[in-house]
């Protein structure tokens, strides 16, 4: 397993403290120049579908599981994994001072159709759709946002957009 960065939320003090540890999956699914990404309307950004791991769930099972609730993606195929990104982030809930994230993040193919989707309250709430993108286009959004420090942006941004940008420095030119 490959680290592919680590990063540091800027609003972020120090490392240390009380941590909050959380493991996710996130998939990387691509039909030529089209990537499959979750649109947030609160955020106003495009991220990987995936999320975090229930209690001891396997990770390749965990990627599955979201990918089918987020996306309603069929017959998945994990290809496999690209590499894991190290996070710490503000933590907003009480007894915590940071998040310490580990994305793990998969190559993956799905079946030419997806059903309906089975998002969380939460992801409801937050206007989460998926939607089929131009990589170039989902990135040049991203960084805009990050631009303009739009008050609605979200802390994985960063992350999103810089995996975003590394998976296009590899597509053929």
């Given at each position: 397993?490959?680290?592919?960065?680590?990063?540091?939320?800027?609003?972020?003090?120090?490392?240390?403290?009380?941590?909050?540890?959380?493991?996710?999956?996130?998939?990387?699914?691509?039909?030529?120049?089209?990537?499959?990404?979750?649109?947030?309307?609160?955020?106003?950004?495009?991220?990987?579908?995936?999320?975090?791991?229930?209690?001891?769930?396997?990770?390749?099972?965990?990627?599955?599981?979201?990918?089918?609730?987020?996306?309603?993606?069929?017959?998945?195929?994990?290809?496999?994994?690209?590499?894991?990104?190290?996070?710490?982030?503000?933590?907003?809930?009480?007894?915590?001072?940071?998040?310490?994230?580990?994305?793990?993040?998969?190559?993956?193919?799905?079946?030419?159709?997806?059903?309906?989707?089975?998002?969380?309250?939460?992801?409801?709430?937050?206007?989460m759709r998926p939607v089929w993108i131009n990589l170039a286009d989902a990135i040049s959004?991203?960084?805009?946002?990050?631009?303009?420090?739009?008050?609605?942006?979200?802390?994985?941004?960063?992350?999103?957009?810089?995996?975003?940008?590394?998976?296009?420095?590899?597509?053929?030119?």
């Amino acid at each position: 397993m490959q680290l592919i960065t680590e990063i540091v939320h800027p609003q972020l003090a120090s490392t240390q403290g009380r941590v909050f540890r959380r493991h996710a999956a996130r998939g990387i699914v691509l039909r030529g120049e089209q990537i499959l990404l979750l649109f947030t309307e609160r955020y106003n950004d495009f991220s990987f579908p995936g999320g975090g791991l229930d209690g001891d769930e396997d990770i390749v099972a965990g990627l599955k599981r979201e990918l089918e609730e987020e996306t309603g993606a069929c017959e998945i195929q994990v290809l496999q994994h690209y590499g894991y990104i190290e996070e710490y982030r503000p933590h907003l809930k009480p007894g915590y001072d940071l998040m310490h994230m580990t994305s793990h993040f998969y190559l993956c193919e799905i079946g030419p159709y997806q059903e309906q989707v089975r998002m969380e309250s939460h992801e409801i709430a937050n206007g989460m759709r998926p939607v089929w993108i131009n990589l170039a286009d989902a990135i040049s959004h991203n960084e805009a946002v990050m631009q303009r420090q739009e008050s609605s942006m979200g802390q994985s941004i960063q992350r999103e957009t810089f995996m975003l940008r590394k998976i296009a420095s590899k597509m053929p030119q």
